[in-house]
């Protein structure tokens, strides 16, 4: 005995049902010949007739009326679970993991990913942060969040904001009494805030001068590992940050913080969304592509 085909075994279910060639046709999306046909070549591939027919009437036989029986509850079953699949495809839910630095995620969290719950409360989002670089594939993630030149060369990247600018910032208390920094080199004076790198390593503060790039290698008697943490740091007056006006534009509105030396500081990638393929996507990874997209879109 062969194997009976799913539309075969729709077929035979559809007959039993409607006892009319014609409607049970229409059921199937399928003309009547070929219906005929179906039912005729699962009797063949069953060795029993399943169908009484006559010019008038058809009705299944014993056999068929227990065959139908046995497979209508697997048929329901397998019908359900093609809805429930086109309801993550018209209703996007399930399960987003998403890879993102501490910063990143601080930067994106209200605009980005409370935003896009907000809009889709069917969908739960776990963000994880963490500093080093992972294989987001390798480690179960949909999706990463890291700067433009951070991505790797074989995801898709989606931009989420431009590219971001640099101050030194101090507070006025710690410049009370201290020469502010005009060179990048004066800074070799003052107490700076350093920032360790996941790898270990100590950051160089990074500036453009004249057209060449200064790597400094600045002084000071603290060592942190995120940019919030730094940004206490100088709002207290313990000395100097190096950070993004993401970070710090607020605290100089608000008169707690001094910028400086931003002149000298090349821009730095913006962050961006990535992910492995187009194909075969979650819809609830589709539609965080599009929500992001369209915000894109709406800002202009």
């Given at each position: 005995?062969?194997?009976?085909?799913?539309?075969?075994?729709?077929?035979?279910?559809?007959?039993?049902?409607?006892?009319?060639?014609?409607?049970?046709?229409?059921?199937?999306?399928?003309?009547?010949?070929?219906?005929?046909?179906?039912?005729?070549?699962?009797?063949?591939?069953?060795?029993?007739?399943?169908?009484?027919?006559?010019?008038?009437?058809?009705?299944?036989?014993?056999?068929?009326?227990?065959?139908?029986?046995?497979?209508?509850?697997?048929?329901?079953?397998?019908?359900?679970?093609?809805?429930?699949?086109?309801?993550?495809?018209?209703?996007?839910?399930?399960?987003?993991?998403?890879?993102?630095?501490?910063?990143?995620?601080?930067?994106?969290?209200?605009?980005?990913?409370?935003?896009?719950?907000?809009?889709?409360?069917?969908?739960?989002?776990?963000?994880?942060?963490?500093?080093?670089?992972?294989?987001?594939?390798?480690?179960?993630?949909?999706?990463g969040i890291r700067p433009s030149d951070a991505v790797p060369k074989d995801m898709i990247a989606l931009s989420l904001e431009p590219n971001q600018k640099f101050s030194i910032v101090g507070s006025p208390e710690y410049l009370k009494g201290r020469p502010t920094p005009v060179l990048p080199q004066d800074l070799m004076q003052h107490q700076c805030l350093r920032s360790r790198l996941p790898s270990g390593g100590i950051e160089k503060w990074e500036f453009l001068v004249h057209g060449q790039m200064q790597r400094l290698e600045v002084p000071g008697s603290i060592t942190l590992d995120d940019a919030g943490l730094m940004l206490e740091a100088a709002l207290s007056g313990v000395g100097l940050a190096y950070l993004a006006n993401w970070w710090t534009e607020p605290k100089c509105r608000e008169g707690r913080l001094v910028a400086m030396l931003g002149e000298f500081i090349p821009p730095v990638s913006g962050l961006s969304l990535y992910y492995p393929s187009r194909k075969n996507q979650s819809a609830a990874l589709q539609a965080l592509i599009n929500f992001i997209s369209q915000e894109i879109q709406r800002r202009g």
């Amino acid at each position: 005995m062969r194997n009976l085909s799913i539309d075969e075994l729709q077929s035979i279910a559809a007959l039993a049902r409607r006892r009319s060639f014609r409607a049970a046709a229409h059921d199937v999306g399928v003309s009547p010949t070929v219906l005929s046909q179906r039912i005729a070549a699962s009797e063949e591939k069953l060795g029993v007739r399943l169908f009484n027919r006559t010019t008038r009437s058809v009705s299944p036989t014993e056999a068929g009326s227990q065959f139908f029986s046995e497979i209508e509850p697997a048929l329901s079953a397998i019908a359900h679970a093609v809805d429930t699949v086109n309801e993550h495809r018209v209703r996007p839910v399930g399960r987003l993991k998403i890879n993102s630095s501490v910063g990143a995620a601080r930067r994106v969290l209200n605009s980005v990913i409370l935003e896009f719950s907000r809009r889709y409360e069917s969908i739960e989002i776990d963000l994880v942060t963490e500093d080093r670089l992972i294989d987001i594939v390798a480690d179960g993630f949909d999706a990463g969040i890291r700067p433009s030149d951070a991505v790797p060369k074989d995801m898709i990247a989606l931009s989420l904001e431009p590219n971001q600018k640099f101050s030194i910032v101090g507070s006025p208390e710690y410049l009370k009494g201290r020469p502010t920094p005009v060179l990048p080199q004066d800074l070799m004076q003052h107490q700076c805030l350093r920032s360790r790198l996941p790898s270990g390593g100590i950051e160089k503060w990074e500036f453009l001068v004249h057209g060449q790039m200064q790597r400094l290698e600045v002084p000071g008697s603290i060592t942190l590992d995120d940019a919030g943490l730094m940004l206490e740091a100088a709002l207290s007056g313990v000395g100097l940050a190096y950070l993004a006006n993401w970070w710090t534009e607020p605290k100089c509105r608000e008169g707690r913080l001094v910028a400086m030396l931003g002149e000298f500081i090349p821009p730095v990638s913006g962050l961006s969304l990535y992910y492995p393929s187009r194909k075969n996507q979650s819809a609830a990874l589709q539609a965080l592509i599009n929500f992001i997209s369209q915000e894109i879109q709406r800002r202009g």
